[in-house]
């Protein structure tokens, strides 16, 4: 149907997101799919039963609107123990339909027109774009190409008065970096005394390889208290369809997010949060997931070992970065498509994690595969 009028956009520079792209075209290439960061394989039958059981016992309404009461008290525990840090189930914690939601209203409601927001690229696609919808600008800086480590000085340098925000990710998606204490210091520092909000995004919390901490914003005192922690049970129970998320914040501004979210979604859904309510329950729901994912990666890396791609270190999340540029000119999404078309197995161009389009001839690969998946993939990819 042809519109009666031709809004002006709000995106003029944001097409349909590379995720779905990519599944479009690996779908019509029957290629097999190591391109979005989401599992192939079946989460554990224990929470269909407990979602299930939750629906014929007539748990099919509304939740509370911030969120399942036991989810909550179940999730404020969580916290605790693994971070020590208090959040209050009532005033503090937030479930929300996806960390996706979660990052939109915590954004929305707390960034205002003509503020600034630091974020790091490669970044997640969403971010700069919400920033942007709230007429707030997005300051990009760069990770470096090599480490994808966060030049603080750069960060520094970029502050300004009117800085209300800095976006963070750790585990990092794209790049499989992940906070250090440094980056900790470093961040604590040039917050403190001022009125920049932290908004962290940790949705690979439990995705964290060869024995290293995942740096929760809870663990630091002086970070908690100014930041929104944004996480997933998507990510962590392998329902990433399920939508649901949370989301940490100081009473305060967990106020202002709970005004946005009640007019977003009002709440999210309500037999998902009792089944996980339930799996939280049991620790090894979650704790098992760092091994779980390094045997995965480590898998593909074993089996790329051959392959002419140099591959990055992945320290956490459920992605891989790959460089092709020693045995390709091409750009990173014409690599991409002739990987689809002639070796028929999907991955994301890199470029598509910057605003600029920097493209530094490297690929991610997501390692949240069945086993056959991955070693049926690094087949594929040796052969180019
Ligand atoms: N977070 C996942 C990824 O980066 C999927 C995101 C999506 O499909 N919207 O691949």
């Given at each position: 149907?042809?519109?009666?009028?031709?809004?002006?956009s709000?995106?003029?520079?944001?097409?349909?997101?590379?995720?779905?792209?990519?599944?479009?075209?690996?779908?019509?290439?029957h290629?097999?799919n190591l391109s979005?960061g989401a599992?192939?394989?079946a989460?554990?039958?224990?929470?269909?039963?407990?979602?299930?059981?939750?629906?014929?016992?007539g748990?099919?309404?509304?939740?509370p609107?911030?969120?399942?009461?036991?989810l909550?008290?179940?999730?404020?525990?969580k916290?605790?123990?693994?971070?020590?840090?208090k959040?209050?189930?009532?005033?503090?914690?937030t479930?929300?339909?996806?960390a996706?939601?979660?990052?939109?209203?915590?954004?929305?409601?707390?960034?205002?027109?003509?503020?600034?927001?630091?974020?790091?690229e490669?970044?997640f696609?969403?971010?700069a774009?919400?920033?942007?919808?709230?007429g707030?600008t997005?300051?990009a800086?760069?990770?470096?190409?090599?480490t994808?480590?966060?030049?603080?000085?750069?960060?520094?340098?970029k502050?300004?008065?009117?800085?209300?925000m800095?976006l963070?990710?750790?585990?990092?998606?794209?790049s499989?970096?992940?906070?250090?204490?440094?980056d900790?210091e470093?961040?604590?520092?040039?917050?403190?005394?001022?009125?920049?909000i932290?908004?962290?995004?940790?949705?690979?919390?439990?995705?964290?390889?060869?024995?290293?901490?995942?740096?929760?914003?809870?663990?630091?005192?002086?970070?908690?208290?100014?930041?929104v922690?944004?996480?997933?049970?998507?990510?962590?129970?392998?329902?990433?369809?399920?939508?649901?998320?949370f989301?940490?914040a100081?009473?305060?501004?967990?106020?202002?997010i709970?005004k946005?979210?009640?007019?977003?979604?009002?709440s999210?859904?309500?037999p998902m949060?009792i089944?996980?309510?339930?799996a939280?329950?049991?620790?090894s729901?979650?704790?098992?997931?760092?091994?779980?994912y390094?045997?995965?990666?480590?898998l593909?890396?074993?089996?790329?070992?051959?392959?002419?791609?140099?591959?990055?270190?992945s320290?956490?999340?459920?992605?891989?970065?790959?460089?092709?540029?020693?045995?390709?000119?091409?750009?990173?999404?014409?690599?991409?498509?002739?990987?689809?078309?002639?070796?028929?197995?999907?991955?994301?161009?890199?470029?598509?994690?910057?605003?600029?389009?920097t493209?530094?001839?490297?690929?991610?690969?997501?390692?949240?595969?069945?086993?056959?998946?991955?070693?049926?993939?690094?087949?594929?990819?040796?052969?180019?």
């Amino acid at each position: 149907m042809k519109s009666a009028w031709i809004p002006q956009s709000k995106l003029p520079n944001v097409g349909t997101t590379i995720f779905t792209v990519i599944g479009q075209l690996a779908e019509e290439h029957h290629a097999l799919n190591l391109s979005q960061g989401a599992p192939n394989f079946a989460c554990d039958p224990k929470l269909v039963e407990a979602a299930s059981r939750a629906m014929r016992a007539g748990h099919n309404q509304y939740s509370p609107m911030s969120g399942v009461v036991a989810l909550r008290e179940a999730l404020a525990i969580k916290t605790e123990k693994l971070y020590g840090a208090k959040y209050d189930p009532g005033t503090e914690v937030t479930v929300v339909a996806s960390a996706s939601e979660g990052l939109y209203a915590s954004i929305s409601a707390l960034v205002h027109p003509g503020d600034e927001v630091i974020y790091f690229e490669p970044s997640f696609d969403s971010y700069a774009p919400i920033v942007q919808l709230q007429g707030a600008t997005p300051v990009a800086i760069k990770l470096s190409s090599e480490t994808f480590q966060i030049d603080w000085d750069e960060v520094a340098a970029k502050i300004t008065p009117k800085t209300r925000m800095i976006l963070i990710n750790t585990p990092h998606n794209p790049s499989g970096s992940a906070f250090t204490a440094h980056d900790i210091e470093r961040l604590t520092a040039l917050t403190r005394d001022t009125q920049i909000i932290v908004l962290s995004d940790e949705v690979y919390e439990h995705v964290v390889f060869d024995g290293a901490l995942h740096h929760s914003m809870a663990r630091h005192p002086q970070l908690a208290e100014r930041s929104v922690i944004v996480s997933s049970f998507g990510k962590s129970y392998h329902v990433t369809g399920w939508r649901v998320g949370f989301c940490l914040a100081p009473a305060e501004l967990t106020a202002e997010i709970r005004k946005v979210h009640q007019f977003m979604t009002f709440s999210a859904d309500t037999p998902m949060q009792i089944a996980f309510a339930e799996a939280l329950g049991d620790e090894s729901s979650y704790l098992g997931l760092g091994p779980f994912y390094q045997r995965k990666r480590d898998l593909l890396a074993k089996a790329l070992a051959g392959s002419r791609f140099e591959l990055l270190p992945s320290a956490g999340s459920f992605f891989m970065l790959a460089r092709f540029g020693a045995f390709s000119e091409e750009s990173d999404s014409d690599f991409v498509l002739r990987l689809i078309r002639e070796a028929r197995v999907a991955t994301i161009p890199l470029s598509a994690f910057y605003t600029d389009g920097t493209d530094n001839r490297v690929i991610r690969l997501s390692f949240a595969k069945d086993d056959d998946t991955l070693l049926e993939g690094a087949r594929r990819l040796c052969s180019i």
